[in-house]
């Protein structure tokens, strides 16, 4: 055996003895002296050492029942009590929009760092774990882009979340929507603007994927949950294809 291949086995076997401790997922530096997994996310957890992980404030106190947003009381906030009809059970989130998550959604969204998927879908997971596992859902769907919007970007974030996220929790996922109509972006407009502006936009496609399959709750996934327009508009569009079906809000940010 030369010193190459002598180097290679008794790097793995101290490897076994011995294991490295687990890498961030953002910014890859061990986590030293922390714990792998996020005390109460349970098995897969979350990989941020605790630099990452501050600029994160985790909705997990008191939120609004409806939209998920961190509320004082168990009421719902007046951003639910305004909305004249809601298409979704409920809605949560795993963190809160806030300047560094949005930085960080605007590189993954609009200037294609697809690195940061996996960070994403861990806090996907988070948020599952906590408000949905117990639960019967029996797909995972997302919102979709315009076809003009999806040459641009060259990839959905949503579809993508979903799609690495069924993968990790055993749920099958569908494109069961199709945007209807061309939107300026949410994020510059006002929120009465915003409230009216997908109205219709989103249109049932795919009757034949869930014909298969007898389909009660569905996981609809976005990244962030600004008002809600654009959730209870999809969510609408799909209980007009799918009558009788529950349909439940995932995003990453609230």
Not at 34 to 40: H, M, Y
Not at 183 to 193: F, G, L, M, V, Y
Not at 204 to 232: C, I, K, R
């Amino acid at each position: 055996m030369n010193l190459l291949h002598w180097k290679r086995w008794t790097g793995w076997l101290l490897d076994i003895l011995y294991p490295p401790p687990p890498r961030c997922t953002l910014c890859g530096n061990p986590k030293r002296g922390e714990a792998a997994v996020k005390p109460g996310a349970g098995k897969g957890g979350l990989t941020f050492c605790s630099v990452c992980e501050s600029q994160f404030v985790f909705l997990t106190d008191t939120i609004c029942p409806i939209c998920g947003r961190a509320w004082p009381t168990n009421e719902p906030c007046p951003d639910c009590c305004r909305r004249k009809s809601r298409h979704f059970c409920y809605s949560r989130s795993a963190v809160r929009y806030n300047k560094p998550m949005k930085e960080l959604l605007a590189r993954y969204k609009y200037r294609g760092d697809r690195r940061l998927a996996e960070m994403m879908v861990e806090l996907l997971w988070r948020a599952w774990y906590l408000y949905y596992r117990e639960m019967k859902i029996d797909a995972i769907t997302y919102i979709p882009l315009h076809e003009k919007r999806l040459v641009e970007r060259t990839f959905n974030q949503a579809e993508e979340m979903a799609r690495f996220l069924g993968q990790r929790i055993g749920l099958p996922v569908y494109g069961l929507l199709e945007r209807r109509k061309e939107t300026e972006k949410q994020s510059q407009k006002k929120r009465a603007a915003r409230l009216h502006a997908l109205e219709n936009a989103f249109y049932f496609s795919d009757a034949q994927a869930v014909n298969s399959f007898e389909v009660q709750a569905l996981l609809l996934l976005d990244d962030v949950y600004t008002t809600g327009s654009s959730l209870n508009a999809a969510a609408r569009a799909l209980k007009e294809g799918i009558p009788g079906a529950e349909v439940y809000g995932l995003t990453v940010a609230r």
